[in-house]
C-alpha cells in the first residue's frame, strides 16, 4: 500500500496566508459592495525598477538570436549575478565572503526550507516565537517535530518566546540548540539586530558548535547605519552562519522569483563518523541534484540592482515602503495602539486592543474598516494578542486604510 507523508497530517489544517485568503474572500463574497484593502501579505505593489525590466528585455531579445541564446544555465547561478553580490552586498560591507560562496535561487521562502535537506534528522532547532511560519513548518514536514499541543507549539523545538518585554529580541537558549533561525529586520515584528546582539549568538554558535540560519530578507530596509546588514559583518560568523536573501522586498521581484543563500567554503560539521564535511560542497550538491537554476532573463533583471540606475530607483522603492510604515505608525500610535516596528522594517506590529485574539481583531479589522492584517498568532503562540500590518500597498490605499481604521475601530 502507497503510504503518505504522515508529518504533513500534524500541521494546522490551513497555512496561515490561504487562511487570511480564504476568511477574506467569503466576507467579500458576502460584502461585494466593500472595498477591501491588504495589508497583510507582505506582497509588494509598485511597478519593478526600470534597470531591471529594461535589463529583462534585452535578455529577452538575447534570447532570440541563437548567437546569444542560453539554454541550461548554472545550477548555482550566473557569475555575472553572483559576482556583483558578493561585490555589493558584501565586499562594500567589509564581509569576506566570495562569488562561489553565493547561490542563486528563486526564493529565500524556498530555501530557508531546502536547506533542511543537507542536516541530519536528530538536530535540536531553535526558533524565535513569534516566527515566520515556513521555518517551523518545513521541519514539520522533513520529521524533525512531534505533535503540536493546544497552543500550536511542536514538540521537538525549543521556542524562543520575544515578546514587549524583551523588546522582540530572542534571548540564547539556555540548552545547546544545533540549528538556529533568526530573522532581522524580523519579520512579523519589525524589530532589528545591533551587532553586539548578533555576536552572542555567532559566540553562542562557535561555542556549542550550531548552525545560525540567518534570514536577512529585509535588509533593505536598514536605515540606522549602527544595524548590521548582514550577520557576516560580525567577526567569526563564516564559520557557524548561513544567509539568506532576496529581491523580492527591495526590487519588487515577488512575481518574478530571484533570491540567494550564502553558504561559506569555510563552514563544516562533522559526520557521525568524525569525518569534516563541507556544508557548501552539499548545498551545492543538493542544488545541482534538485534544482535547474533562475532563469537568466530573470538573473539578468536582478543584476541590474546593481548598476548606478538600479541602486538608484530600489532605493526609491525602499524609500517608498518606508514612509508608508512611518505613516501606519504615527497614525495607530496617534490613535492609542500599542505599536511596534516599522523603523528599518516595512512590518508595524501593534497589540490588539481591548484584550481581543488576534484573530478576532482580524474579524473586526475586515468587518468594520474592510482592512485586511495578519494576525499575530499565526506566527506562534506568543504573537496571540498582536497584529502584523504590512507597509507594502499603494500610498492612497494606505492613508485610506489608516482613516478608516483611527475612525472606525475602536482602541
Not at 85 to 103: K, N, P, Q, T
Not at 205 to 224: G, N, P, R, V
Not at 270 to 276: E, I, L, Q
Not at 345 to 356: E, F, H
Request: negative net charge.
Amino acid at each position: 500500500m502507497t503510504q503518505v507523508n504522515e508529518n504533513f497530517l500534524k500541521l494546522k489544517a490551513g497555512y496561515l496566508f490561504p487562511e487570511i485568503a480564504r476568511r477574506v474572500s467569503a466576507f467579500s463574497e458576502a460584502n461585494p459592495a466593500a472595498k477591501v484593502i491588504k495589508l497583510g501579505i507582505g506582497d509588494v505593489t509598485e511597478p519593478l525598477p526600470a534597470a531591471c525590466r529594461k535589463a529583462m528585455h534585452d535578455a529577452i531579445d538575447e534570447m532570440g538570436d541563437r548567437a546569444t541564446f542560453k539554454g541550461y544555465g548554472p545550477e548555482q547561478g550566473y557569475a555575472f549575478l553572483r559576482e556583483a553580490i558578493a561585490a555589493h552586498d558584501y565586499a562594500a560591507r567589509g564581509c569576506d565572503i566570495a562569488a562561489d560562496e553565493v547561490f542563486i535561487s528563486d526564493g529565500s521562502k524556498c530555501d530557508t526550507g531546502n536547506i533542511l535537506d543537507i542536516f541530519g534528522p536528530d538536530n535540536t532547532i531553535a526558533v524565535t516565537d513569534p516566527v515566520y511560519p515556513v521555518y517551523v513548518d518545513t521541519n514539520v514536514m522533513a520529521g524533525h517535530t512531534g505533535a503540536a499541543n493546544d497552543a500550536g507549539e511542536f514538540a521537538g523545538l525549543v521556542y524562543l518566546p520575544v515578546t514587549a518585554d524583551n523588546d522582540f529580541v530572542a534571548p540564547l537558549p539556555e540548552q545547546k540548540v544545533d540549528l538556529i533561525y533568526l530573522c532581522y529586520p524580523n519579520n512579523p515584528t519589525g524589530a532589528v539586530a545591533t551587532a553586539e546582539y548578533l555576536a552572542q549568538w555567532v559566540a553562542y554558535a562557535k561555542q556549542h558548535d550550531s548552525i545560525i540560519l540567518y534570514d536577512a530578507a529585509y535588509e533593505a530596509f536598514i536605515t540606522d547605519p549602527d544595524i548590521p546588514h548582514s550577520i557576516y559583518e560580525v567577526d567569526g560568523a563564516r564559520d557557524c552562519a548561513i544567509e539568506f536573501r532576496s529581491f523580492s522586498k527591495n526590487a519588487g521581484f515577488t512575481g518574478t522569483r530571484c533570491a540567494l543563500t550564502v553558504v561559506p567554503r569555510s563552514l563544516s560539521r562533522k559526520a557521525a563518523n568524525g569525518t569534516g564535511v563541507s556544508l557548501h560542497g552539499l548545498w551545492n550538491r543538493r542544488q545541482s541534484t534538485k534544482f535547474n537554476g533562475v532563469s537568466y532573463i530573470i538573473q539578468r533583471g536582478a543584476a541590474a540592482v546593481y548598476t548606478d540606475e538600479g541602486r538608484q530607483q530600489t532605493g526609491e522603492l525602499v524609500a517608498f515602503y518606508l514612509e508608508n510604515a512611518r505613516l501606519i505608525r504615527e497614525a495607530l500610535t496617534e490613535a492609542g495602539y500599542a505599536v511596534y516596528g516599522g523603523v528599518n522594517s516595512p512590518y508595524v506590529w501593534i497589540k490588539t486592543p481591548d484584550g481581543l485574539s488576534s484573530w478576532d481583531f482580524f474579524d473586526k479589522l475586515l468587518g468594520e474598516a474592510h482592512v485586511v492584517g495578519t494576525p499575530g498568532s499565526g506566527f506562534g503562540a506568543a504573537g496571540e494578542g498582536y497584529f502584523r500590518i504590512s507597509a507594502f500597498n499603494s500610498r492612497a490605499n494606505v492613508e485610506e486604510a489608516m482613516q478608516r481604521i483611527t475612525t472606525g475601530v475602536g482602541v
